[in-house]
Every structure is written in C-alpha cells, then in structure tokens.
Nanobody
Framework: QVQLLESGGGLVQTGGSLRLSCTATGRTFGAYPMAWFRQAPGKERESVAT????????EYADSVKGRFTISRENDKNTVYLQMNSLKPEDTAVYYC????????????WGQGTQVTVSS
C-alpha cells in the first residue's frame, strides 16, 4: 500500500512563499494523478490543485490561480505545491492525495501539513 508524507508547511507572513512536498512510498507513483487539498478550521476540505500522471495537465482552484503551482518528479516519487503571494485565507491543513480512480472516488491521503499565513 502506498504511503504519502507531506512536508514544507509552516508559518509565513502575508505575501510570503512556501513549497510543500509530498513523497510517496510503496507503489508505482508515476502511474497516478496527484492532487493537493486543504481544509481550514470549520470548513470542508477543498481541492487546490491537480496534476496528471505525466504532469501535462494541471488544474487549479480559482482562489489560487496565478499564485500556486503544482508539479511532480516521478523519478523522485514526489509532488510539489509552490505557493506564492500567500494570504491569510490560505491558512489551512494541506493534504496531498493519490488518485487511484480518475473520478476522485478512491484516494489515498497523506497526514497533512499545517500552513499558517499571518496578517
């Protein structure tokens, strides 16, 4: 079974940047789409960005377009989320997910990493 381990979260000021990493072990990583989600206190988990298995197709939530970039290195079993121009409303626990099914009906989740943006 695959395991996902996120890193790179932390505390940053408004306008700052962070890069999240998610490394997979235990399965062929490169065969699956990957995604980043986030969940703020009292809110539902929401999709932030997705990337196809080769990295050719990416999608972003409207709230992060132009500020966040998702990428992957299949030879390192790692997916990244570069976050620039961070805002307080970006504060959340960020989770990476491996999409076992393209329709999102079956995902493997990481444990999450906290991102806090101070105003």
């Amino acid at each position: 079974q695959v395991q996902l381990l996120e890193s790179g979260g932390g505390l940053v000021q408004t306008g700052g940047s962070l890069r999240l990493s998610c490394t997979a072990t235990g399965r062929t990583f490169g065969a699956y789409p990957m995604a980043w989600f986030r969940q703020a206190p009292g809110k539902e988990r929401e999709s932030v960005a997705t990337i196809s298995w080769r990295g050719a197709r990416v999608e972003y939530a409207d709230s992060v377009k132009g500020r966040f970039t998702i990428s992957r290195e299949n030879d390192k079993n790692t997916v990244y989320l570069q976050m620039n121009s961070l805002k307080p409303e970006d504060t959340a626990v960020y989770y990476c997910a491996l999409e076992l099914n393209p329709d999102g009906s079956n995902r493997i989740w990481g444990q999450g990493t906290q991102v806090t943006v101070s105003s």
